[in-house]
């Protein structure tokens, strides 16, 4: 499976932005898929997941309430809805795909290239 991460950009404290990210292969519907971000000089944290029916979704306690993960199966596309943006988002973000039930750091099979979220305040 290849990711592509596209959306991200600059935005102001409030705002909103939808990330995307294709996946090749005919096995999307297989995948869990997950969002990850990494700020400068911090490490890469987990975001989000949702497993491959959708029907199971995780967020981190610090976006809950202004973020939303999405997937199309059909479209290979998983999508991660950002409001309410803040300064503190300011990440590289990162999509995921793994074959269990939920992306983790820890258990990722494939990762996509990043794409630069920043916030202004």
């Known amino acids: 499976v290849q990711l592509q991460a596209s959306g991200g950009g600059l935005v102001q404290a409030g705002g909103s932005l939808r990330l995307s990210c294709a996946a090749s292969?005919?096995?999307?519907?297989?995948?869990?898929m997950g969002w990850f971000r990494q700020a400068p000089g911090k490490g890469r944290e987990f975001v989000a997941t949702?497993?491959?029916?959708?029907?199971?979704?995780l967020y981190t306690d610090s976006v809950k309430g202004r973020f939303a993960i999405s997937r199309d199966n059909a479209a290979h596309t998983v999508y991660l809805q950002m409001n309410n943006l803040k300064p503190e988002d300011t990440a590289v973000y990162y999509c995921a795909a793994n074959p269990g039930p939920a992306v983790t750091i820890t258990a990722a099979r494939f990762w996509g290239h990043g794409t630069l979220v920043t916030v202004s305040s």
């Open positions: 949702i497993s491959w029916s959708g029907s199971s979704i």
């Open positions: 292969g005919r096995t999307f519907g297989n995948y869990a």
